[in-house]
């Protein structure tokens, strides 16, 4: 038996034509459905549905043998006991820099005045501000980070953008482009060695499901 581990939304529907081209079918639909573990055609492949930000720690302890995972959510988890075999060039954005237009951002940043950074992404904000060598206070928040500024809780964010539809409709602009995000497979360690089997075929399929 080999699991997935998916969170349900774009990971859910953007992973689906990978499962397709091994003929590999979900049972039911995690947006309508409240089961967590979730049967395919294939009676040796199931799904278990978790928080995005969860997917590398279930592969990583083998509750999952392998997962889809943003590149954020890899570099949060720092990727000890994974193997990321492939980019699957999905769920594709950015971690940026964003504050309120009327925030001297650049000006602040050149004279060395602390700057006040609400996130998610601690990991991400520590250390790309860590290596342009700006002293920065973060703020862990859990979501709606756009409102931070707006509300006062801080001088600019950094999150995830897209489109840029959400910084819009909330009057930010992005100022910093930290990197290019998609999401990757990953595969467990020992899930690697034990069902290397059952999983190699998987990824070649994947692989060549890929669009560039
Ligand atoms: N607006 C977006 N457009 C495209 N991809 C995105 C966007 N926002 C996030 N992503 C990518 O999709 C992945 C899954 O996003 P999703 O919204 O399901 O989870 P999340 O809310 O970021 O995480 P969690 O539920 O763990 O807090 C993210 O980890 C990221 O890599
Ligand atoms: O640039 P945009 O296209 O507006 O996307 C950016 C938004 O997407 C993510 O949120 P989340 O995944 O929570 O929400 P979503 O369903 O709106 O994408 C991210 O945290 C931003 O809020």
């Known amino acids: 038996m080999i699991t997935l581990a998916l969170s349900k939304g774009r990971i859910f529907t953007e992973t689906l034509p990978f499962l397709a081209a091994a003929g590999i079918y979900p049972l039911e639909d995690p947006e309508t459905s409240r089961k967590l573990i979730i049967g395919t055609n294939n009676p040796d492949l199931r799904i278990v549905v978790v928080r995005a930000s969860d997917v590398p720690t279930y592969v990583q302890y083998g509750a999952a043998d392998m997962g889809v995972a943003g590149k954020d959510s890899l570099y949060e ?3 000890s006991g994974l193997y990321i075999p492939l ?19 650049r000006s602040k940043v050149r004279r060395g005045a602390r700057l006040r950074i609400a996130t998610k992404y601690m990991k991400y904000s520590r250390d790309y501000y860590a290596r342009i060598g700006v002293h920065v206070d973060l703020i862990k928040l859990y979501g ?13 964010i950094v999150d995830l953008v897209s489109t840029g539809a959400t910084l819009k409709a909330n009057d930010l602009v992005e100022v910093e482009t930290i990197d290019h995000v998609s999401s990757r497979l990953i595969v467990g360690q020992t899930a690697m060695k ?3 089997q059952e999983i190699l075929p998987l990824i070649e399929i994947f692989e060549k499901t890929v669009k560039k």
């Open 77 to 79: 988890h720092g990727g």
């Open 87 to 105: 980019d699957l060039n999905i769920a594709k954005c950015r971690m940026c820099v964003a504050c309120p237009r009327d925030f001297d951002y």
């Open 144 to 156: 709606s980070m756009e409102l931070a500024p707006i509300a006062g809780l801080s001088d600019a």
């Open 194 to 196: 034990l069902k290397r």
